[in-house]
């Protein structure tokens, strides 16, 4: 087995996400007959209210007999249709992307997040696509059912050319915009990144700041689609370790600078500015209308999803949609 066939192996967590499933919560476009709701009342199982019988229309064995009894007009019960889920990925695989100082690199990371999408929203008639940020361009994978499309998928993430500075960048806000352009039935939008493009350059958690690049663009997907931003982070990018005299690169523009670590006040300075950078990404997201699920590179990155996809579903619970809006 050649190395990306490893890869993807590994990175395919199927025995720990067995026993989930996201729970989606906006009512769905679609004409397949699923397992969500859709918008329209047809064949399903979930209540939607109910109506005045029509003789000669309607079975009796649909009669709703307690709102026949209190409004002693024969009603019958009405149900939403069940619909397959269309989920739809943005991934990140610009050259910011490929650094790692733990077990993965963000890159290994995001594949890792986008199979875990994939097996989370398996299912009858459910289609997975995807959007793929490089560093020449946007590449579009179609929406389509089954195993060996989401293995070729991960596989044409793993094999994305790396370490190259863009030739043709486009920021991350043009890329969600043409998600949502190309999105067109409601469905699950995941945009997985380490969202640092677009970031103001001061005073990124102030009050006052600039709001990032790509959050109106993000706000306008969420108001059709149900929105779950992954952020990817790793370790170095929070703090700088006392190792002496580093060169630092920008992966995005190839730009050198050497740093002395060993200024316990840089180090301090640093992560002060990370942390004030993580908040606003948190902020920005959040006023997006997007669920935030942060995941790091030295962390047990499937429990963090368990552990997200738990907190959703008691959301889920907690707040039931009574009119197709988010939960």
Do not use: C
């Amino acid at each position: 087995m050649n190395q990306t066939s490893t890869s993807v192996g590994r990175l395919a967590p199927h025995r720990r996400l067995r026993r989930l499933e996201l729970t989606i919560t906006r009512r769905l476009d679609g004409l397949l007959h699923g397992q969500h709701l859709g918008l329209l009342p047809g064949p399903g199982s979930e209540p939607a209210g109910s109506r005045e019988y029509r003789p000669g229309e309607d079975e009796v064995r649909r009669m709703d007999w307690s709102v026949t009894a209190r409004t002693t007009v024969p009603h019958v019960r009405t149900v939403d249709a069940d619909r397959e889920l269309t989920t739809w990925t943005l991934v990140d695989a610009t050259p910011s992307m490929d650094f790692g100082t733990a077990e993965l690199e963000k890159r290994e990371l995001a594949v890792a997040a986008v199979a875990a999408v994939g097996f989370l929203t398996a299912g009858t008639g459910n289609r997975l696509g995807a959007h793929v940020l490089g560093d020449a361009g946007v590449r579009r994978f179609p929406a389509r059912t089954g195993r060996h499309h989401l293995l070729h998928l991960l596989r044409t993430l793993l094999e994305v050319p790396r370490g190259r500075p863009a030739t043709q960048p486009v920021p991350l806000a043009d890329a969600v915009d043409g998600l949502r352009r190309s999105a067109g039935r409601r469905g699950l939008a995941v945009v997985v990144s380490d969202f640092l493009d677009g970031l103001p350059d001061e005073g990124v958690a102030g009050a006052d700041a600039a709001p990032p690049d790509w959050e109106r663009p993000l706000r306008r997907l969420a108001a059709r689609h149900q929105v779950l931003a992954v952020e990817v982070r790793d370790p170095r990018e929070l703090e700088l370790p006392d190792v002496g005299l580093i060169t630092l690169v920008d992966p995005e523009s190839g730009r050198r600078r050497e740093v002395s670590t060993g200024s316990r006040k840089l180090r301090e300075r640093y992560a002060a500015a990370a942390a004030a950078q993580r908040l606003a990404v948190a902020r920005a997201l959040r006023r997006a209308g997007a669920a935030h699920l942060p995941l790091r590179t030295d962390r047990d990155w499937i429990a963090d999803i368990v552990r997200h996809v738990h907190a959703q579903r008691r959301l889920a619970r907690a707040t039931r949609p009574t009119n197709g809006d988010a939960a």
